[in-house]
Antibody, heavy 119, light 113 residues
Framework: QVHLVQSGSEVRKPGASLKVSCKAS????????IHWVRQAPGQGLEWMAW????????KISQKFQGSVTLTRDTSANIVYMELTSLRSEDSAVYYC????????????WGQGTLVTVSS | DIVMTQSPDSLAVSLGERATINCKSS????????????LGWYQQKPGQPPKLLIS???IRESGVPDRFSGSGSGTDFTLSISSLHAEDVAVYYC?????????FGQGTRLEIK
């Protein structure tokens, strides 16, 4: 059974950076994808980026290029998403998610990390 | 980017009645080489992450009640709930994973009438 566990809530001032983590367990193979999706308060879902934990291949949505960096620790099965130059509009719940075994759709989700950007 | 447009934005249905949500993509999400639609439906309840209900436009995930069904192909898709239960109150999203960037519909809020 795949589980994704994310780091806890964060508060930052505008212009700051932060790193959110997502620890995966239950995978029996080393090559799997972790996606990041964010949801602003009362809003819909917005895909941000993905990384293949095994190969390191990654793709970041054009909207977030330059402000999002993905890294991974393959020995610990942890993926990190660093957000830089934070603005109030970046206040959101950030989810990591991964495809299920039978489909590229996002069958597994972390619990979400609330990020609040406020002066 | 593929734009996903859902209708309606909100929907109120009586318990036991049918609920239907539509999703239209700005281009086809049918992958010709495997004849699969790269379209998923998600349910999100307050304070929870989304839950995948249906992938491939019509394939229910394990454990999803059979009152949920998906249909459609190419650019037009439908999520149906045959008999609304109280626990189905949620926001529903369609999503295409045919091409990057993955995109979601704006969501449809389903309530009880």
């Amino acid at each position: 059974q795949v589980h994704l566990v994310q780091s806890g809530s964060e508060v930052r001032k505008p212009g700051a950076s932060l790193k959110v983590s997502c620890k995966a367990s239950g995978y029996t193979f080393s090559s799997y994808a972790i996606h990041w999706v964010r949801q602003a308060p009362g809003q819909g879902l917005e895909w941000m980026a993905w990384i293949n934990v095994g190969t390191g291949n990654r793709k970041i949505s054009q909207k977030f290029q330059g402000s999002v960096t993905l890294t991974r620790d393959t020995s610990a099965n942890i993926v990190y998403m660093e957000l830089t130059s934070l603005r109030s509009e970046d206040s959101a719940v950030y989810y990591c998610a991964s495809p299920s075994m039978t489909t590229p759709a996002l069958g597994h989700w972390g619990q979400g990390t609330l990020v609040t950007v406020s002066s | 980017d593929i734009v996903m447009t859902q209708s309606p934005d909100s929907l109120a249905v009586s318990l036991g009645e049918r609920a239907t949500i539509n999703c239209k993509s700005s281009q086809s999400v049918l992958y010709r080489s495997d004849n699969k639609n790269y379209l998923g439906w998600y349910q999100q309840k307050p304070g929870q992450p989304p839950k995948l209900l249906i992938s491939g436009a019509s394939i229910r995930e394990s454990g999803v009640p059979d009152r949920f069904s998906g249909s459609g192909s190419g650019t037009d898709f439908t999520l149906s709930i045959s008999s609304l239960h109280a626990e189905d109150v949620a926001v529903y999203y369609c999503q295409q994973y045919y091409i990057s960037p993955i995109t979601f519909g704006q969501g449809t809020r389903l309530e009880i009438k």
